[in-house]
């Protein structure tokens, strides 16, 4: 009990701050005020050291940061993505799955969980806001950097298997938080592998509630009263998601599993069809439109403006294109039922292809064969909006819905993903703590303004994002080990592949 307590005032003084609350509310312009209060100064001090510049360029250092290590992790493991792409399809089908596996859900299932964090706001605005920047040619960076994030994906999920913990009730604790403690105990480094690991944790478990929630709500009601001309009620809406979040996430991980496995494909699809069909109805435009993307890339201002565009931006952007080495995704493929670390490894370098190289690039498409990007006024939403409504007219109600899906479906991973962080620290005792908690905050992100929430959410992911990299450096022998163990035992006939 003393734990739960603890847990819940850690967890309250944390989005109440008792000398903001005793403000005069309207001194301070309302909720968002005292809000803004709460969370400013300590996003004025963050904020400006995770995003600042490499001397003499516009270049973000933790943006190059994560481009090396993706870069580092397709080398040293000798470009995997592509050798063994054929096998990883083979996995999420289940052909190296027992019965008698250890686990909660099936490969596809967490690959389906862990694509609905992925699969955001970022395919649709932050695909526009890369080829304002940088062009056509952004494109080409976008899909280079998709490629070789695939390869970290691949390394951090393997590890989320190898050192996750399976509990007494035969549920599954992994992420971050347990194989930077235990890979890097292993690698001869304890005390630092503790701290990582505690680190890591305590940021999943506060950003989760800006990332997975406030900004998610937030853009989706903004979406939802825009199209349908709605001008009160915002916290209705806020309702809505809070409980439809809840409906889902008290189940845990099976209950989210099962329903993005269904959500995921139908809103990748919704999507995707529109942008089939606008490419079909402009199909001779598609030669000039990858000509424009080859030969723009390849120029000073967009490939600099695309490296910006498709990384720092994207990056940037709290629906991020794929979290490849923020440390996210492994929570939710550590469920997977599997005892080989590294077939899940190889499902989840699936999930930047398909968020970045497939939904990314039908995005980029349709934006440049409509000639919606030439509209330098807009940018965003508005861009990609503009150009599905220039070939399909009222498009924008299909749009409305996927923002709607995609915000719900990212809800929904990142409430796990802050809860194993939660209860890493605290214990599981505290669980239903923060589910509760996590729903409510849905409330007020519907009717408030979240620049200082929401920047300070996106240092503190990148924070984790460069304590969990540092740390995959350390442990890439160990992920090359176990994808050459289980290569070598398929090879051998130990494992065989089911029909």
């Given amino acids: 009990m003393p734990n739960i307590l603890w847990a819940a005032l850690l967890l309250l003084s944390a989005l109440i ?50 481009a090396i290590a993706s870069v580092t992790c397709t080398v040293y493991l000798r470009f995997i993505q592509f050798r063994l792409f054929g096998l990883a399809l083979q996995a999420v089908r289940g052909r190296f799955s027992q019965k008698t596996d250890q686990g909660e859900v099936s490969h596809f299932q967490a690959l389906s969980t862990a694509l609905a964090g992925t699969v955001g706001l970022g395919n649709i605005a932050g695909v526009a806001v890369a080829i304002s920047i940088g062009g056509p040619g952004a494109t080409f960076w976008m899909i280079m950097m998709g490629l070789c994030g695939m390869a970290t994906k691949c ?137 424009a993307i080859i030969s723009g890339a390849f120029t000073p201002e967009a490939g600099f403006g695309g490296f910006i565009g498709a990384l720092m931006q994207g990056l940037k952007r709290a629906s991020f294109s794929n979290e490849a080495g923020f440390g996210s995704a492994p929570i939710a493929h550590a469920a997977v039922k599997t005892n080989e670390p590294s077939t899940e490894g190889l499902v989840a370098l699936l999930e930047p292809f398909i968020d970045t190289v497939i939904i990314c690039t039908m995005t980029a498409l349709v934006i440049i064969v409509t000639g919606a990007y030439l509209d330098k006024d807009v940018t965003g939403a508005v861009m990609t909006s503009n150009a599905f409504n220039a070939a399909l007219p009222g498009f924008d109600v299909v749009l409305t819905i996927s923002i709607v ?34 729903c409510a905050i849905s409330v007020i992100a ?3 303004s979240l620049d200082t929430v929401i920047n300070l959410s996106d240092a503190l992911v990148f924070i984790l994002a460069f304590f969990n990299v540092l740390g995959l ?10 994808i050459n163990s289980f290569l070598h035992k398929l090879k051998t006939g130990e494992i065989k592949p089911n029909k």
């Avoid at 909720?31 to 510049?53: L, M």
């Avoid at 997975?212 to 009263?225: K, S």
């Avoid at 450096?473 to 090359?480: K, T």
């Fill in 17 to 66: 701050s008792p000398a903001a609350w005793a403000a005069d509310p309207a001194a301070v312009g309302g909720i968002d005020g005292v809000i803004r209060s709460i969370f400013e100064p300590i996003s004025n001090a963050i904020t400006p050291i995770v995003f600042a510049k490499v001397p003499g360029t516009e270049i973000l250092w933790i943006v190059m940061w994560l």
């Fill in 155 to 291: 390394v951090e999920c393997t590890l989320g298997v190898k050192y996750r913990q399976i509990n007494a009730d035969g549920s599954v604790s992994g992420g971050p938080m347990y194989y930077l403690k235990a890979g890097l105990a292993e690698r001869g480094f304890p005390q630092f592998g503790k701290f990582l690991g505690a680190t890591a944790a305590l940021i999943l478990a506060f950003a989760a509630f800006g990332i997975g929630n406030l900004f998610q709500v937030n853009q989706a009601t903004a979406q939802l009263m825009s199209q349908f001309q709605i001008t009160e009620g915002a916290y209705l809406f806020g309702i809505g998601f809070g409980v439809a979040c809840g409906l889902v996430i008290i189940g845990g991980i099976k209950s989210i599993a099962r329903f993005s496995s269904i959500l995921v494909p139908v809103m990748v699809g919704i999507y995707m069809l529109a942008g089939a069909v606008i490419l079909g109805l402009n199909l001779d435009k598609l030669p000039a439109a990858f000509g």
């Fill in 405 to 438: 899906l995609f915000a719900f479906s990212t809800m929904l991973s990142w409430s796990y993903y802050g809860l194993k962080g939660w209860t890493y620290l605290f214990g599981e005792k505290t669980a239903l703590l923060y589910k509760l908690v996590f």
């Fill in 446 to 448: 519907a009717a408030m």
């Fill in 473 to 482: 450096y350390f442990l890439l022998p160990i992920v090359r080990a176990e």
